[in-house]
């Protein structure tokens, strides 16, 4: 179905002209044509370092080398001068509203990022022990969360910000890593039960995976078959004597007081699933308590929350938490959308089961599925851990999956928004689907050009209004402007990543950052040739202005005022 003109009037802030002819213009400069002089060059200067691959691959090591030998003063200089500039907002929450003000007034909506993460470094903890190791982590983290409530409040001075929240920063990553391995365990132990290989396991079959967890018995005075027989009669909601992975995961659930303890356990080497001890059962709590009081307070101030991807080793249990969060905060209809988004990165494999198994759980346990879909940012350290492991590379096999990956996940929750619309016709209601009516909502997070343009011509095909909310878009700072101003400008709902913090907690992002614009030189040669045309057309309008004040002017001649003389 083809966009009337009527739908696009319709649209705030509109040209006149479509959406989709403005972004496939190459030419066009709206989202560098208010920028600085300076601004322009130092972009330009950045852009082109990210061509520089070998200067991109080392940089981990150079930086890693400097701070060995002490020289993090000059480096950083450097770093503060140019990629930080050109990707981060400031060091601190404030220093960043300068920046979203800006954006603001260009329709650009903020997503404002503590950028901090905190990755394994096994040589550091090889000297601790873990009671260490877990007091470090959980006053770090119990740091975090409060800057965190800060960049909370600061974002909420602004309308319809969102925080973005990195779960590694939150916890211990060793707790987040032995988590995860739990939680893969047990699901790989469900299709191993299931011997008919049709998604769901009986109540014998339910029974024998029970009994592989480590500590499968929740009170000393309860028989297990007592304990087996009352999670069964929860999980098997349907009453068919079946029960499936989202019934058994939400049932069976480290999120739960009643049944965490099912997975308690010293033994790890060898076990059928990987016990947690008793200490790290309590962390994981903790972690929850903490992220639910940022839920609490970001509900209050009307700010959402954004749940960060990060290395596929920790998502599990990142996974895990944001599907908590999800059940508690996002049951409710709100007028600003869902409070709580995941992110799931399409790059990796199994990135569209995951999301289609989500969707399946929100609908059975009544809430919202809010779903930031990126291609993914970890892939040169991903596939490089997978291959000194000798693991299975968990990223897409090449490009073009990723794109076909990236454009199903796009395509199935536009689905389950059609299938919404035509339900309530069906019912005679309001035809119109909105944030109180969707069973999801979709962020599209993508610097890709194609991916932008395909979804707006979904959405008018679907009738979806960009000021619907339903359909979100958003680029990191730094990062194709040309899609995000034109998106603002055409009344879309479009975000803009804003990161901050110290220079030495952003400099993982920042190498990131340069890794995907160097993978991705197509995206950064427009970038450069919109910069590099405005900063020309900017020269030849000042030497123009220049030649027309350097001619000298012609005195005007006198025309006499009195009476006219006959010679």
């Known amino acids: 179905m083809e966009a009337s003109s009527a739908y696009l009037n319709t649209v705030p802030g509109a040209t006149g002209g479509d959406v989709v002819t403005d972004l496939k213009d190459e030419h066009n400069r709206i989202g560098v044509e208010k920028k600085s002089t300076a601004d322009l060059m130092l972009s330009m200067m950045v852009y082109k370092l990210c061509t520089f691959g070998l200067l991109v691959d080392l940089a981990p090591k150079l930086i890693s080398l400097a701070e060995m030998m002490h020289l993090t003063s000059p480096v950083y200089w450097v770093v503060r001068k140019t990629f930080f500039a050109q990707f981060c907002g400031g060091e601190s929450a404030d220093d960043c509203l300068g920046t979203m003000n800006a954006l603001k007034s260009a329709g650009i909506n903020s997503i404002l990022d503590l950028s901090i993460e905190v990755d394994l470094d096994e040589s550091d903890l090889a000297n601790q022990t873990p009671s260490e190791i877990r007091a470090r982590f959980n006053k770090s983290a119990d740091n975090i969360a409060q800057q965190i409530s800060t960049c909370i409040e600061t974002a909420s001075t602004l309308s319809k910000s969102f925080t973005a929240i990195k779960i590694t920063a939150m916890s211990s990553p060793l707790l987040l890593k032995q988590v995860s391995s739990t939680l893969q365990a047990v699901e790989c132990r469900f299709k191993i039960v299931d011997k008919d290989r049709d998604g769901k396991v009986t109540k014998e079959e339910f029974t024998q995976l029970v009994k592989m967890l480590p500590s499968p018995s929740l009170n000393k005075g309860q028989s297990l078959d007592v304990v087996i027989e009352q999670l069964f009669k929860e999980a098997d909601k349907d009453q068919d004597g079946m029960v499936d992975w989202v019934d058994f995961a939400s049932t069976v659930s480290l999120n739960r007081d009643e049944t965490r303890a099912l997975f308690m356990g010293e033994e790890t080497v060898g076990a059928q699933v990987p016990g947690l001890v008793k200490e790290d059962l309590e962390d994981y709590k903790r972690l929850l308590v903490r992220m639910e009081r940022l839920c609490d307070q970001a509900k209050k101030t009307h700010t959402r929350l954004m749940i ?17 969060l999800m059940e508690n905060y996002n049951d409710q209809p709100h007028v600003d959308g869902p409070l709580v988004f995941n992110t799931y990165q399409m790059y990796l494999k199994d990135a569209l089961g995951r999301l289609q198994q989500d969707y399946t759980r929100a609908q059975r346990n009544g809430y919202v599925l809010a779903a930031k879909l990126v291609r993914g940012a970890y892939m040169v350290s991903e596939r490089r851990r997978a291959q000194e492991l000798g693991l299975q ?134 970038e450069r040739r919109l910069l590099w045309e405005e900063l020309k057309s900017r020269y030849i309008a000042q030497k123009e202005r220049a030649q027309t004040q350097a001619v000298p002017s012609v005195p005007t001649p006198i025309v006499p005022t009195g009476p006219a003389t006959t010679l």
């Open 308 to 324: 960060d991807a990060e290395q596929s080793y920790f998502q599990a249990a990142i996974d895990n938490v944001a599907l908590h």
């Open 393 to 526: 590379d968990p990223i897409c096999d090449g490009i073009q999956a990723t794109h076909t990956s990236y454009n199903a996940g796009v395509d199935f929750m536009l689905e389950k928004m059609t299938q919404q619309k035509q339900k309530l016709i069906q019912d005679s209601k309001n035809k119109t689907l909105s944030l109180k009516s969707s069973p999801v909502v979709l962020f599209v997070a993508s610097h890709n050009k194609d991916s932008v343009i395909r979804t707006c011509e979904r959405m008018q095909a679907l009738e979806l209004t960009p000021t619907s909310g339903l359909v979100i878009f958003g680029q990191l700072m730094g990062m194709c402007d040309q899609i995000s101003y034109t998106l603002g400008q055409h009344g879309y709902g479009i975000y803009k990543y804003v990161p901050y913090g110290p220079i030495h907690h952003v400099i993982p992002y920042l190498i990131r950052r340069a890794q995907e614009n160097a993978s991705v030189l197509g995206g950064v040669a427009i």
